[in-house]
């Protein structure tokens, strides 16, 4: 090499460096972050605030957003939507973020959603409440999976065992009402009829009564609709009482905790998921493999602990903001107006395709039927 080329690479060597530093001297974009990181709905926030940190880390790894780096500022709602309603209004009026992650649960997202509206902040929410995003509200998406697409997937099974009395027991917050309406409104579209319907509250460390009426009623099968500890307690409860009946449980409890906290009583128990917790079952030609492949193994990597149904959420709404921003910038509107322009994104929870009349994005595709055999997971082919 002569004198002269040498001296030409070290310039552009040097201009290279002169840049980068300077893309990281920008000021960095900051997105917010809404999680029940403790409190009874933890299960849901710890693996959400864990996930979105990790994505942000290995987006920042590998050049950030358009040279700039991702921040991520996260507060504990601790799942009460009072605090969600104040750490989303810091996250907005002291912090300055372009967009939000979260909530984890229903509750604190339907508290937070006016929060948001008023400040024309796009929001991706995790939780499930088909009110959050029906009917559609500008700035307001969503990654869970709609609670009526699990019911439909709850319902297609039970049809095709030609069970047709149901009884119901749904816990008494956003998310069991929720799920508590969509059971009924979709009974009669697949023959269903429900033959009890009842309820329990979220702190309620006994479901006996309740399981011993329905035990001497005429269903063919229970649908409990809940987040843990609720079903757990549910599952060990009917195990005690000697109850045959086939027990389905929402998606509320897809994660290997929900087996943890029922144990042998969490046997044969079915439930709808997404495909995350089966990964590595799932055939070459599944859309979402790599990616749950790949986020199973980052997660497991950083935490010592198994990538789930529920910081899959939060892997989604990050990604789904590092493309709206990718293609349309970084200003809160330019953001809310390529989510809704999102589609095909082959993510966690499912292929999303948002719209201007749809700002959750699934199908019931999204939706695997599993099956705990064993202390683990099984598909329901």
Not at 50 to 60: F, G, K, L, P
Not at 102 to 120: F, H, L, N, Q, Y
Not at 293 to 299: I, Q, W
Not at 307 to 334: C, N, Q, S, Y
């Amino acid at each position: 090499m002569t004198v002269k080329s040498v001296k030409i690479t070290v310039v552009a060597l040097g201009l290279l460096l002169l840049s980068t530093a300077l893309c990281w001297a920008a000021p960095p974009i900051k997105i917010g972050g809404l999680f029940s990181i403790t409190g009874p709905a933890s299960f849901l926030g710890e693996p959400e605030r864990n996930t979105a940190q990790m994505v942000v880390d290995e987006i920042n790894a590998a050049g950030g957003i358009r040279g700039r780096k991702l921040q991520l500022v996260a507060y504990d709602t601790q799942g009460d939507a009072t605090k969600a309603v104040q750490a989303a209004t810091r996250l907005i009026k002291e912090d300055h973020v372009v967009a939000i992650v979260g909530p984890s649960t229903t509750g604190d997202t339907m508290a937070v959603i006016p929060i948001v509206e008023r400040a024309k902040i796009p929001m991706v929410s995790c939780a499930a409440g088909i009110k959050i995003t029906e009917p559609v509200k500008p700035w307001v998406f969503k990654t869970a999976q709609n609670d009526y697409l699990a019911v439909q997937k709850i319902y297609e099974n039970l049809a095709s065992k030609r069970i047709k009395r149901i009884a119901l027991l749904t816990v008494s917050d956003s998310f069991g009402s929720s799920g508590r309406e969509q059971l009924k409104s979709l009974a009669k579209r697949y023959g269903m009829e429900i033959v009890s319907d009842d309820t329990y509250g979220p702190k309620d460390t006994d479901m006996t009564p309740q399981l011993t009426k329905i035990r001497g009623g005429k269903a063919q099968a229970i649908i409990c609709w809940g987040t843990n500890p609720g079903p757990a307690l549910i599952a060990r409860n009917a195990k005690q009482l000697g109850v045959k009946l086939p027990l389905y449980m929402s998606h509320g409890v897809s994660s290997k905790k929900f087996i943890g906290l029922a144990g042998d009583a969490s046997e044969g128990i079915f439930l709808p998921s997404g495909r995350v917790l089966v990964a590595d079952l799932l055939p070459k030609s599944d859309r979402q493999k790599k990616s749950l492949l790949s986020f199973v193994r980052d997660y497991q990597k950083h935490f010592k602990a198994e990538g789930d149904h529920f910081g899959g959420h939060a892997w989604d709404a990050v990604m789904l903001l590092k493309g709206a921003i990718e293609r349309g910038g970084d200003t809160p509107a330019a953001i809310r107006a390529q989510l809704e322009r999102t589609r095909n994104f082959a993510g966690i929870g499912g292929i999303f395709s948002y719209s201007p009349k749809d700002h959750s994005g699934l199908t019931k595709e999204a939706f695997v039927m599993l099956e705990v055999k064993g202390r683990d997971w099984a598909l329901v082919r």
